[in-house]
């Protein structure tokens, strides 16, 4: 018996227009992995960032030295940020900076936003936003007085417009979701959320990490203030590899982040007494920058723009949409549950799904090469990243997955 799930991938894979780019990846049929589903966690690494890496190091840093820092290295934060800003955030240039880990910029840019509306004493939140972004806040609300208003979403989905109009007020300062939900991949609709957020007279903040290089965003477009992310998920970046930040053009000057070190100053090597805070969006960076931590994005951002993020979100849809199908007639019979959208519209670039006793499998997972993502209690994440993942490698993994679950049963 023919399998029709396994000709439909073999179809859906002939005609994907990204299809070619799956072998820039190192090794995406290698090693001992069977499928790699958990392009949400931590992207794989193009063979080209094998290279620069290599080439970084015998070049530029053993050959420059420190004339390295003025041949172009302190220009990486704002020249990578008004790149990033090009191919995946529609932000204009000047207001994207790569710096810090994402806690660290979501530290600073909350900080300086409830600063910046000294009148208003609420953050308005949500329950189920990514642990760091509601420790980070928890913190401020503490150290500045504030109070926090938790919007109780729904886990299978996520916040609504609605759920923002009827909590935001004049005494909100800034209200902060994230775009695409890490639990449910809940896509939020960030424009109108703005929008409801502004005419509320707060300011808004968007965690991008879910959403940056799977999901198109409009930042510029969408009157978004301030926005985080990381890149070491759908953009490959390595582990660790830096986050961005966007403050927009209008608020420069204005909002002052809290950790002001010497490479946020206006003249950073004058080693002058007092802070000066430098023009723009530089006035975000506090030390020096992680440039050997930079270096895979430029590769990375040149796969990101050849692909366009349009074909990307067209084949993110596909994927996941594939997956549910998978999970609906092989894994549903065995008590697994889907916790995501159904509606693609809803729905960012991974699916959850659940089962009591999910842990227990993880491991006989892993040495099957099987690997998505576990999240605490009995939720497994299916993140296939559409320029590294083919729709054979989501039925390798999930045909994998249900043979586990019958063993287990
Ligand atoms: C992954 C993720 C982070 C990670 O923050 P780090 O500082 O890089 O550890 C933050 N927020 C969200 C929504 C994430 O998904």
């Avoid at 193009?46 to 390295?68: C, K």
């Avoid at 409009?218 to 998920?233: F, N």
């Avoid at 003249?267 to 270096?295: C, K, Q, Y």
């Avoid at 199908?325 to 509606?343: Q, T």
Wanted: a negative charge; aromatic letters at 8%.
């Amino acid at each position: 018996m023919t399998d029709e799930l396994l000709s439909r991938a073999e179809a859906l894979d002939a005609a994907d227009p990204l299809g070619h780019l799956r072998d820039q990846f190192l090794a995406p049929d290698g090693f001992d992995v069977v499928s790699y589903l958990d392009g949400n966690s931590l992207g794989r690494p193009l063979r080209a960032t094998a290279r620069l890496l290599d080439e970084f190091v015998r070049e530029q840093w053993a050959g420059r030295l420190i004339r390295g820092w003025t041949d172009g290295w302190l220009d990486w934060p704002l020249r990578l940020g008004d790149r990033l800003g090009a191919v995946a955030l529609g932000a204009a240039a000047g207001q994207v900076v790569v710096a810090d880990s994402t806690t660290v910029l979501l530290y600073k840019l909350s900080r300086a936003a409830v600063d910046a509306r000294p009148g208003r004493r609420k953050v308005v939140l949500d329950t189920d936003n990514f642990p760091t972004d509601r420790y980070v806040l928890e913190g401020i609300a503490a150290e500045r007085g504030l109070t926090l208003v938790w919007v109780e979403t729904d886990p299978l989905t996520g916040i609504t417009p609605e759920q923002v109009a009827a909590t935001v007020d004049d005494e909100t300062a800034l209200v902060l979701f994230s775009h695409v939900a890490y639990r449910s991949g809940w896509l939020a609709d960030a424009a109108e959320i703005n929008r409801i957020a502004h005419a509320a007279g707060a300011l808004t903040l968007w965690d991008l990490s879910h959403s940056v290089g799977s999901v198109p965003v409009r930042l510029d477009d969408w009157g978004v203030d301030l926005a985080v992310g990381c890149t070491y998920k759908y953009l490959n970046g390595g582990p660790g590899a830096p986050a961005f930040g966007y403050l927009r053009r209008e608020l420069q000057g204005e909002l002052r982040q809290p950790i002001q070190g010497w490479m946020g100053h206006r003249a950073a090597f004058e080693m002058g007494p007092g802070h000066e805070p430098a023009e723009g969006v530089r006035a975000l960076l506090s030390g020096t920058p992680p440039i050997l931590a930079m270096v895979p994005l430029h590769a990375n951002l040149d796969m990101l723009a050849e692909a366009g993020i349009e074909a990307v979100r067209a084949k993110s849809v596909l994927l996941t949409g594939y997956a549910l199908e998978l999970a609906d007639r092989w894994l549903a019979p065995l008590g697994v549950e889907v916790v995501s959208p159904r509606d693609p519209e809803q729905r960012g670039g991974h699916v959850t799904l659940r089962r009591p006793g999910f842990a227990d499998l993880l491991e006989s997972l892993w040495e099957n090469g099987v690997l998505p993502d576990y999240r605490r209690p009995d939720g497994i994440r299916i993140g296939p990243a559409p320029l590294s993942t083919s729709f054979a490698e989501v039925h390798r993994g999930l045909s994998v997955l249900r043979t586990v679950l019958e063993k287990h049963l």
